[in-house]
């Protein structure tokens, strides 16, 4: 069992910076990968990034790419997602999740979920 909790959400104007962590515990090595994924209003659940425990590889939504940066801290147990230069779309709850043996940019997919942070990008 895999236990993830999110912080750092909040509102923050466009074109603004939020960093986002995911604190994991229990069998945090049983999963192959972290990673995060966002539902906006009236939308589904869509992949952000994800970030392997191994290499570690990271992986970006086009919409995210060269704008947010997954990172981990080893050390704290922590993975984090650097948003810069945030879009009003970029407004969503986000969520951490754990996957193993799964695709990355499929929420099905991952088995261990956070309840997620509120992320607001006021226009």
């Known amino acids: 069992q895999v236990q993830l909790v999110e912080s750092g959400g909040g509102l923050v104007q466009a074109g603004g910076s939020l960093r986002l962590s995911c604190a994991a515990s229990?069998?945090?090595?049983?999963?192959?990968?972290m990673g995060w994924f966002r539902q906006g209003p009236g939308k589904e659940r869509e992949f952000v990034a994800a970030?392997?425990?191994?290499?570690?590889?990271?992986y970006y939504a086009d919409s995210v790419k060269g704008r947010f940066t997954i990172s981990r801290d080893n050390a704290r147990n922590t993975v984090y997602l650097q948003m810069n230069s945030l879009k009003h779309e970029d407004t969503a709850v986000y969520y951490c999740?754990?996957?193993?043996?799964?695709?990355?940019?499929?929420?099905?997919?991952?088995?261990?979920w956070g309840q997620g942070t509120q992320v607001t990008v006021s226009s």
């Open positions: 970030i392997t425990w191994s290499g570690p590889r990271t």
């Open positions: 229990g069998r945090t090595f049983s999963s192959d990968a």
């Open positions: 999740a754990a996957v193993r043996g799964g695709r990355l940019m499929d929420p099905s997919d991952y088995q261990y």
